[in-house]
Every structure is written in structure tokens, then in C-alpha cells.
């Protein structure tokens, strides 16, 4: 069946710090990648996605590689900010319901 | 436009007592989702319903579990005798299926279930 694996978190990083969130799937067939997140007090909502190979999701400053050849998508950002503290969640779809990682909680220091 | 909406938004019920939650989605999507989000478990796919087809149930973790979907819009999601180990927060999804691959779902806020 389908999974999904992400990085043991939680993860603590000062503003302006580089930020890497490794995440890789198992899967039948040819799955959509996406990332999650969940702020604090808030409902899930989509951060970005890819559909095939090769494709880079980005929002917010936020990016990742759909790579078939390594079944990874990991998640990166150049200077995180105090605002990005939340819940990331990893997942994969291959025409309907979604499977999720575990979720890595990121708090960022001023 | 109007979000994802559950109601109620916290739920607690003694072990034993059937819960009904409902989710409104947003207007005009045709596929609807229930998922659990508990500590132990992480994020857990329920069930899926798109249009008029047969749901996706493979995810529903008991017959205790069932869901609904009355006229294509609102559903709702009943746990009959209930479990402390049913305690969780449910959410509701809906997408606007374009096609197999390229759909976003929209998530609910949510309700907290909690079985003392």
C-alpha cells in the first residue's frame, strides 16, 4: 500500500535560518505530492503541490521536487520566519483519498 | 466564498453514547472526505465520496463507523458506541474533482471528539 515517511521532528531554527523537511513515499503507480500545514489554531490547508516527475511545487517562498528516481519530495526554504511555526504535513494522493506522514512541528526563534 | 464548515466544533460523549458530526462543504465541490487526526495515529483517511458513486470506505476502522452523504452535499460521519479510543479530531475535506491528479482538497476546522 501507499506510505508516506517525514523526517523525526520536532524541528527549532533561528529567523533567516535554512530550512530542509525530508519526506519520502512509497506507492503504486504515479501519486500527487503535496505539502500540508497546519497552523497553530487553524485547519489544515494545501501549501504546495506537484503532480509528475520533475515538477517543483512552490508558495510562500516555500519549495519542493517531485523525484521519482529517490520516491522524495522533500520540503525547503532559504530564510524561514517566526510566522512559518506550524505543523508540516507530507502526502501523497493517487486519484482520491490523501496519505500522510506523521507531521514535523517547525518553531522558528526571533 | 464559504469554507469547509463542521459542526459541532468539540464534542464530548461517555463511552457507549452514539455522536453524529456533520460537514458542510463548499458549494459546488463533488467529492467529500472524513479523516482522524489523533495523537497516536497521525492523520488517518475515513472514507470518500464522489458524486453518485460508491463511497470509499476503506478506511473506516469498525462497523461502528458509517457515513452519509444526503443530496450530494452535506454529510455526516456516526460513530455508534462510542470508544475512548475514538477520541480524536475528525475532519471534513471537499474538492472540486477537475481530475485524478491535479484537485486540491479543502479541509474543515474540524471537531474534537472526546469519549470520557
Known amino acids: 500500500g501507499n506510505s508516506v515517511t517525514q523526517m523525526e521532528g520536532p524541528v527549532t531554527l533561528s529567523e533567516e535560518a535554512f530550512l530542509t523537511i525530508n519526506c519520502t513515499y512509497t506507492a503504486t503507480g504515479y501519486p500527487s505530492l503535496f505539502w500540508y500545514v497546519q497552523y497553530p489554531g487553524e485547519g489544515l490547508q494545501l501549501l504546495l503541490k506537484a503532480t509528475k516527475a520533475d515538477d517543483k511545487g512552490s508558495n510562500k517562498g516555500f519549495e519542493a521536487t517531485y523525484r521519482k528516481e529517490t520516491t522524495s519530495f522533500h520540503l525547503e526554504k532559504g530564510s524561514v520566519q517566526v510566522s512559518d511555526s506550524a505543523v508540516y504535513f507530507c502526502a501523497l494522493s493517487d486519484g482520491g483519498k490523501l496519505t500522510f506522514g506523521k507531521g514535523i512541528t517547525l518553531s522558528v526563534r526571533p | 466564498g464559504a469554507g469547509v464548515s463542521q459542526s459541532p466544533s468539540n464534542k464530548v460523549t461517555e463511552k457507549g453514547k452514539d455522536v453524529e458530526l456533520r460537514c458542510d462543504p463548499i458549494?459546488?465541490?463533488?467529492?467529500l472526505y472524513w479523516y482522524r487526526q489523533s495523537l497516536g495515529q497521525g492523520l488517518e483517511f475515513l472514507i470518500y465520496f464522489q458524486g453518485n458513486s460508491a463511497p470509499d470506505k476503506s478506511g473506516l476502522p469498525s462497523d461502528r463507523f458509517s457515513a452519509e452523504r444526503t443530496g450530494g452535499s452535506v454529510s455526516t460521519l456516526t460513530i455508534q458506541r462510542t470508544q475512548q479510543e475514538d477520541s480524536a479530531v475528525y475532519l471534513c475535506?471537499?474538492?472540486?474533482?477537475?481530475?485524478?491528479?491535479?484537485?486540491?482538497?479543502?479541509f474543515g476546522p474540524g471537531t474534537r471528539l472526546t469519549v470520557t
Open positions: 458549494s459546488g465541490h463533488t467529492a
Open positions: 475535506a471537499s474538492s472540486l474533482k477537475v481530475s485524478d491528479f491535479s484537485y486540491e482538497q479543502y
